[in-house]
Nanobody
Framework: QVQLVESGGGLVQAGASLRLSCVGS????????MGWFRQAPGKEREFVAG????????YYADAVKGRFTISRDSAKYTVYLQMNSLKPEDTAVYYC????????????????WGQGTQVTVSS
C-alpha cells in the first residue's frame, strides 16, 4: 500500500521559516512526480509547488515563488518544502501528493495523498 506521511508543521511568527517533510513508500518517490498543496479554512485546496520524479525540474505557484523551495532526496524517500519569509496568508494544512503527470497543478491529477500537516503563521 502506498503511503505518504508529512511532518514539520507548526506555529510560527510572520517572517519565520519552516521545513516540511514528506516520507513515502520507496517505489513511489522514485517514479512519481511530487507536489505540495495547501488548504486554508473555507478555501479550496490549492497547488503550492511541484517537482519531477527525476528532480531535475521544479515549479511553483506565484504566491510562494521566491519564498518556498521544493526538493527531494530519493535515497531517503523524502520530499521537502522549505518555506521562508512566512506570511499569515500561508496558514493552511499542507499536503504532499504524487502524480504520474508532469507539471500538473491540478489536485485531481494526484492519486496519492498524505494526511496533511498544519502550518499556522501569526502576525
Amino acid at each position: 500500500q502506498v503511503q505518504l506521511v508529512e511532518s514539520g508543521g507548526g506555529l510560527v511568527q510572520a517572517g519565520a521559516s519552516l521545513r516540511l517533510s514528506c516520507v513515502g513508500s520507496g517505489r513511489i518517490l522514485h517514479t512519481y512526480n511530487m507536489g505540495w498543496f495547501r488548504q486554508a479554512p473555507g478555501k479550496e485546496r490549492e497547488f503550492v509547488a511541484g517537482i519531477r520524479w527525476s528532480g531535475d525540474s521544479t515549479y511553483y505557484a506565484d504566491a510562494v515563488k521566491g519564498r518556498f523551495t521544493i526538493s527531494r532526496d530519493s535515497a531517503k524517500y523524502t520530499v521537502y518544502l522549505q518555506m521562508n519569509s512566512l506570511k499569515p496568508e500561508d496558514t493552511a494544512v499542507y499536503y504532499c501528493a504524487a502524480s504520474r503527470r508532469d507539471y500538473s497543478v491540478t489536485s485531481s491529477d494526484f492519486g496519492f495523498w498524505g494526511q496533511g500537516t498544519q502550518v499556522t503563521v501569526s502576525s
